[in-house]
């Protein structure tokens, strides 16, 4: 149910930042904030590479991500000048046309933009890795190659020291150089090349390393184990360097105690916390209390109703994957754009909504099927124009926040909740609407579900997950009508119990067994066992179309959405029947191999 949240000081700077479009970072942070208008006038062009995440604040995964990123961001903040951390919210509605741009297809996506990068180049993706360590390591690699390469004129040399003779080290040094130190590593070691960048700041030294391979150099410097350093003088003499281990840490710590013995100013070491993996992260927890007055009265009342669906939150959600989900896509095609065809066909049979909303879907849909290719922004465009041809689709201004869907936080619930009512009532209403019909498809709205998830949906761990679930029972398991409608509630309880405790679960909204025995007493026997028939009684109750709450909305659902229902409570005592007659064996001759719900 809805919570209107009230934010102490130590929160509300979070809250506002992701409601402001700065979603799950700020400019606080050592991350950069890009958007829509400063993208590619900071990205291109400039001397130091950078590394972006797309990410959208209402997806799961990313919000286990950003302490990674967070960390990552202070990890490697004296390296700004080479590469610069920066992030990209794709739930903006701002960043709709830069997302489509840059093809993010899913989240969180990094890309990597080379020094000098023209604007047209899309960035290279990069493995976002498990952990800070990980992600480094990557970034360290792309910065060699970019050396190597030619690029990255103006940075710290990170390439090997190959010479057997140490003067040259000093030949076109600036004046204000007093030591060069040597890293003596293995080949395959990027400590050496982490230091460089970590105390390039540091004007009056100079860092290289040296691999095992400089056999001579080796033997010139008495090195012995690996790794090792020495400082050199521009005297040529040399001063061999103890470390207490072979971390980056150690290494950057022997040359700032080195330093200071000789009265240089270094910069003060940072502490990082490494969060460890982001599988076992969990984002922190915001406070949350009653605004006070009317919206504290509104927000009980709304819990007081129990199980609801409410207009404005299928509208909301509705809207969402059309303006995000779908039109992000740079093209859409193939089995995709069947994918689409099949989800706007069943919104128009099934979706409640006002009759500009029904006209403005039917008229997307035939535009939908006469392509054979759609650009995302070409299917922006279509919605536009529909928009000013048939008037206001929706019944809930663009502002309009959740109601049932609504979060304690601004990026918990909200679209993924939204998007199983949707999915709940389009196929409970498929039932009610023609479930008596000879021809009627049992698996029309969950395989058009299926391609929505497959091809759109931009939660990739979710996606991923639901095609399993579909994959492994659902074309096995329904026939009848009322089949599709217990399969999903199935497969939502499943979805339920896997995300329970996760990162991305509401603290005020536990992911729970649904229907609750507070919201249906009748659900579950003495035993704690469902039972199915009362479970199928609840979920037609809950989202049939009659039973709808209008609360902020504009308009009740069309005349033709409802006229295929003259007889609903007809059908819905037919159709409620239908699971206990399957109890008793009366539909068993006609799908042999059907498996019972019980």
Request: aromatic share 10%.
């Amino acid at each position: 149910m809805c919570n209107v949240i009230f934010l102490n000081q130590e929160t509300k700077k979070l809250y506002n930042d992701l409601n402001s479009g700065r979603g799950l970072y700020n400019s606080d942070e050592k991350i950069t904030v890009l958007n829509e208008s400063n993208f590619k006038s900071s990205v291109y062009g400039t001397k130091n590479a950078w590394l972006v995440e797309f990410y959208n604040s209402w997806c799961g995964f990313c919000h286990r991500f950003a302490p990674i990123w967070r960390t990552l961001a202070t990890d490697i903040s004296a390296w700004q000048d080479v590469v610069t951390i920066g992030a990209v919210d794709c739930a903006n509605d701002d960043n709709n046309p830069l997302c489509r741009e840059y093809e993010i297809m899913y989240y969180p996506m990094l890309k990597f933009f080379p020094s000098d990068s023209k604007v047209g180049f899309l960035g290279n993706e990069v493995e976002k890795g498990k952990t800070v360590d990980s992600i480094r390591t990557s970034i360290v690699e792309l910065l060699r190659k970019e050396q190597t390469a030619g690029r990255g004129a103006s940075w710290p040399n990170l390439t090997p020291y190959r010479s057997n003779d140490v003067k040259n080290l000093w030949k076109n040094v600036p004046t204000n150089v007093q030591f060069i130190f040597l890293i003596f590593e293995d080949t395959d070691s990027l400590t050496g090349m982490e230091v460089i960048l970590d105390l390039q700041v540091i004007k009056s030294i100079q860092i290289r390393y040296v691999t095992n391979e400089n056999e001579a150099l080796v033997k010139l410097m008495g090195v012995s184990m690996f790794p090792s350093i020495v400082a050199l003088e521009s005297n040529m003499s040399v001063t061999p360097l103890k470390t207490s281990d072979s971390s980056r840490l150690s290494f950057r710590k022997v040359i700032k105690t080195f330093l200071k013995a000789r009265s240089i100013d270094v910069p003060k070491e940072e502490t990082v916390v490494d969060p460890g993996e982001w599988s076992n992260i969990k984002p922190p927890d915001l406070v949350a209390i009653m605004a006070a007055g009317e919206e504290e009265k509104k927000a009980l009342e709304i819990k007081a109703m129990g199980d609801v669906v409410f207009q404005a939150d299928l509208e909301k959600t509705v809207m969402y994957a059309l303006q995000h989900e779908i039109s992000v896509h740079k093209s859409i095609s193939g089995n995709a754009l069947t994918a689409l065809q099949n989800y706007l066909s069943i919104l128009c049979k099934y979706l409640p909504i006002g009759p500009h909303g029904v006209t403005f879907l039917k008229k997307l849909r035939d535009k939908v099927y006469e392509a054979i290719e759609i650009k995302g922004e070409m299917f922006s465009s279509y919605m536009k124009e529909l928009e000013n041809e048939v008037g206001t689709p929706f019944s809930i201004s663009s502002s309009q926040d959740w109601i049932g869907c609504k979060g304690s936080e601004g990026t918990f619930r909200g679209f993924p909740c939204g998007t199983w009512s949707t999915f709940h009532t389009l196929i409970v209403n498929s039932v009610l609407q023609k479930g008596d019909e000879k021809q009627f498809d049992s698996l029309e709205v969950l395989e058009a579900m299926l391609g929505y998830i497959t091809h759109f949906f931009g939660c990739q761990d979710c996606s991923k997950h639901f095609q399993s679930m579909a994959s492994e029972s659902m074309r096995s398991s329904v026939f009848e009508p009322n089949d599709g409608i217990m399969w999903l509630w199935k497969a939502h309880n499943k979805v339920n119990k896997r995300l329970a405790g996760d990162a991305s679960e509401d603290p005020l909204h536990p992911k729970i067994q649904f229907p609750s025995k507070e919201t249906c007493p009748s659900c579950r026997r003495h035993d704690d066992t469902w039972d199915e028939e009362e479970v199928l009684k609840h979920l037609v109750k809950v989202y049939g179309k009659d039973h709808i709450n209008q609360m902020n909305t504009a308009s009740k659902p069309s005349l033709e959405v409802q006229a295929s229902g003259r007889e609903s409570h007809r059908l819905k005592e037919e159709k409620l029947g239908a699971l206990e007659m399957k109890k008793q064996g009366t539909s068993a001759g006609n799908h042999e191999n059907q498996r019972s719900h019980t």
